[in-house]
Each structure stands twice: as C-alpha cells, then as structure tokens.
C-alpha cells in the first residue's frame, strides 16, 4: 500500500461529514460528491468522494487522463478506490472573485470556452460548469475543475447560462463587481428553481 493508500484508510466519512482524517491534511473544498485535502509538503490535493459517491473516483480518474497534457485543467496524478490525486492549484474560484470584487474579464471567459472546447474534441460532455468550478490563479491563468459529470449525456447550460448573464448584467457598466454570499446563494437558488431564464448568446 503506498503513501495515499494509508491516508485514505484512516479518512473517515460519514454522509457529507468528515469525522476523521490525518492532522497534517489540511481540508480545503467540499463539494457535492466529495472533500478536498491538500496533501501536506506537496503541490498536489486529495480529493475523496463521500461513501455513497465512491463509485465517481475512478470516472473521474479516466476523464482526467484524457484531458491530460492541456493547461486549462488540473495535471492528474494518480486515483484509486474513491480518491484521485490532482495538481494543487493556487487562486480563487469565479464564486470567489464575486465575493471579493475581483472583476471576472471577457478574457478569463474565452479560457473556459477553450478549455470546454478542448473537452468536447477530446469526445466528452462538459457539464456542471459553473461558478465555483472555474478558477483564476494567482498567476492569471484559468482552470476549469471538477470534471467528474463530463461524460454524463444530457445537455447541461449551466455555462452558457452564466456567460448570458455575464453579458446582459455583470459586464455592463455600471452592475457592481461585488456581491455578498447571500445574494449569490438567491440567484443560484432562483436558478435552479427555474424561476430565472436567461436567453442564450446569438
């Protein structure tokens, strides 16, 4: 067993809650299907599904390995029995840059529309892109992560969607760049209620 193997032997989840987990791992995102870590010493992170999602690691591993060799996602290491290594990556979700104002630019936008684009050339899906699946780095660049439901077969707009409202209201010039948590969190809850639509760019 190596290194990772034994981390992931002394995790332990329940639901959505993490009860134990190695000190040194410090938790740094938590998502729908899983936590996480970044591993300590090293420029990478470890990403556990939660028990009912563990069937996800391995998917997500062979999506991974598929995108590799492209800068627009994260370099993958190495994945297992619920887990998959990933490049650590330095920088701010789009969710984040919201809620500190940072401006999200029609430049940042066209990166996530490559690296999308790349993606559907390499035969895949790109689905459940959104705000806090995108990252600015801290050197500029634009990922796109959490790729796991890239493969799935219905159409998901939740991308374009956002570029419709980027166009119509944020990048306009006097909507504000900066948005407190709980008037984000009532447009996304808005959104997947339906009760917002958006047209599409022409």
Avoid at 20 to 29: A, N, S, T, V, W
Avoid at 53 to 65: G, K, M, P
Wanted: some cysteine.
């Amino acid at each position: 067993m190596n290194d990772i193997g034994r981390v992931i032997t002394e995790i332990r989840m329940e639901g959505t809650s993490v009860l134990q987990k190695p000190d040194e791992f410090m938790l740094i995102g938590r998502g729908r299907s899983a936590v996480v870590f970044k591993i300590p010493g090293e420029q990478k992170v470890l990403k556990v599904f939660y028990p009912d999602f563990v069937h996800l690691a391995r998917l997500e591993a062979s999506i991974y390995q598929e995108l590799s060799n492209n800068d627009y996602y994260p370099s993958f290491y190495e994945g297992g029995e619920g887990y998959v290594v990933l490049e650590y990556l330095e920088g701010l979700t789009f969710y984040e840059c919201l809620i500190q104002g940072i401006v999200i630019t029609e430049e940042m936008i066209e990166k996530v529309d490559q690296a999308l684009n790349y993606a559907r050339m390499k035969g895949l899906n790109p689905s459940d892109t959104h705000l806090q699946n995108v990252m600015l780095l801290s050197n500029g660049g634009v990922r796109v992560i959490d790729v796991v439901r890239f493969r799935q077969t219905r159409i998901c707009t939740h991308w374009e969607d956002l570029k419709v409202a980027y166009d119509h209201f944020y990048s306009t010039r006097f909507f504000p760049k900066k948005y407190p948590v709980w008037f984000i969190e009532m447009i996304i809850r808005l959104y997947r209620k339906g009760l917002i639509r958006l047209k599409k760019r022409k």
